[in-house]
């Protein structure tokens, strides 16, 4: 009905004067029924508002209920008329000539309204593969979230257990995906692939995230637009033992972190909130290595320029127990190595390599890895890792390669006893040297 009145206010050629569109919608000017609402509505010259006048209904009701009544039509009224004017002021020719005035779309206003009022939506990927009896834990901390504007993916890495089951009690405040199993970061990358948040919280089905994070994580990075990512600091917690919470030794860093990010891994995949965009101009997870996916991820972004900021507070929970795949030693040091090839390939400056220290890195977790594979059993590949990195020590870092030599020469020739004894008694020499070089 507003749209029917103001076309007819353009029409008779009245100026669009905000205080009479006032005085016809508030005060109730209106046309007479019959022949002459008729010509109105035809589109007769005078200029009379053909509008229901509000005072028709001022006596209809009684009493507090019936002035509400009233404010509420006259606040719901003065908004569409707002918009509407809005929209008709864009059609009105500059030079008075003749146009065929267009009634403006009704949803696209109001997808206007929803876009100026609504808040940034986040995407919370959940993958999980067997991990039933941890999962409601995690959705339920996704759904505690003090923010409330997100949406929740749960990905079936083809799960055989009762992941489809749990996950049908959530639903439809969630959404469920399930692909072949395939790995976790394989997972995410569905879950990132399906997701429609400008910025994306990764959750592991074992661990949990705590009510305020995403709240305090979105409203720092809408603050602070040149960070792209906003990670807090974690604790961890034994399955069997919930009471005893302990902190990781790690330390934190803001700002550019790739040359303290390359020495190892200190953000766990739900510490951080990221945006989407720093997502679209790096990469996805990189498929093949599970329990260093993240790092390679986190390195990636780094590498490609964007900020990183540590908030300094207990933001989430990660859960131990004996499936955790980074307790896996072999697995562990194998990702290790691969993670900083990686990085060796996907770096092309020479000297941003040489700064990073990445040929000493590749050479030690190459190192790491032969002896990881001998102490399971892989004697011929693991002596083939170890020469290999032994090699690249000796030419360019000898006394690293003096240093890891020293107790292996120790426990092959004078055993593992005496071996450890000396290996204590260096240590305290070296302590020693320190304390009276700081006290001198």
């Given at each position: 009905m507003p749209l029917v009145w103001l076309k007819c206010f353009r029409e008779s050629g009245t100026p669009m004067d905000i205080g009479a569109i006032w005085h016809a919608f508030c005060f109730g000017v209106c046309y007479p029924e019959g022949e002459r609402g008729e010509k109105l509505a035809q589109g007769g010259n005078e200029t009379i508002f053909p509008f229901p006048a509000l005072r028709r209904n001022v006596g209809a009701g009684k009493g507090k209920k019936s002035e509400r009544l009233l404010g509420s039509r006259v606040l719901l009224r003065l908004c569409v008329v707002f918009l509407s004017a809005s929209a008709l002021a864009k059609s009105v020719p500059d030079h008075g000539e003749s146009q065929t005035?267009?009634?403006?779309?009704?949803s696209h206003l109001a997808e206007t309204?929803?876009?100026?009022?609504?808040?940034?939506?986040?995407?919370?990927?959940?993958a999980s593969y067997n991990n039933g009896k941890y999962l409601a834990e995690a959705i339920e901390s996704a759904l505690g979230q003090t923010y409330k504007d997100l949406e929740i993916i749960v990905v079936d890495d083809g799960s055989t257990d009762n992941t489809r089951e749990l996950v049908k009690q959530y639903q439809p405040k969630i959404h469920y995906l399930y692909q072949e199993n395939q790995g976790v970061c394989s997972a995410r990358n569905t879950g990132i692939k399906n997701s429609k948040g400008k910025y994306l919280q990764f959750l592991d089905a074992d661990d949990i995230l705590l009510s305020e994070k995403l709240e305090l994580q979105v409203n720092f990075l809408e603050s602070n637009p040149d960070y792209a990512v906003c990670y807090s600091d974690v604790r961890y917690f034994n399955n069997f033992d919930r009471t005893k919470l302990s902190k990781g030794n790690y330390k934190f860093y803001s700002g550019d972190i790739l040359k303290c990010l390359i020495q190892e891994n200190f953000i766990t995949i739900h510490a951080p909130l990221i945006t989407r965009a720093c997502l679209e101009n790096t990469a996805l997870f990189q498929t093949g290595f599970d329990s260093r996916g993240d790092w390679d991820l986190w390195l990636r972004i780094a590498y490609a320029g964007y900020k990183f900021y540590y908030m300094e507070k207990v933001l989430a929970l990660c859960r131990w127990h004996g499936n955790n795949m980074s307790l896996n030693h072999l697995r562990a040091t194998h990702a290790?190595?691969?993670?900083?090839?990686?990085?060796?390939?996907?770096i092309s400056s020479e000297e941003t390599k040489k700064a990073l220290g990445i040929r000493k890195l590749l050479a030690l977790r190459q190192w790491n890895y032969g002896k990881a594979l001998i102490q399971s059993g892989f004697r011929i590949k693991g002596w083939r890792e170890m020469i290999i990195a032994g090699k690249n020590l000796f030419l360019f870092y000898p006394l690293w390669l003096a240093k890891l030599l020293t107790p292996e020469l120790i426990r092959l020739f004078l055993g593992e006893e005496i071996s450890q004894r000396i290996v204590t008694l260096v240590k305290k020499c070296f302590r020693l040297m320190g304390h009276r070089k700081g006290v001198g």
């Open positions: 005035f267009e009634k403006p779309k009704l309204l929803h876009c100026m009022e609504s808040k940034p939506l986040v995407s919370i990927i959940i290790n190595f691969w993670v900083v090839k990686s990085a060796n390939n996907y």
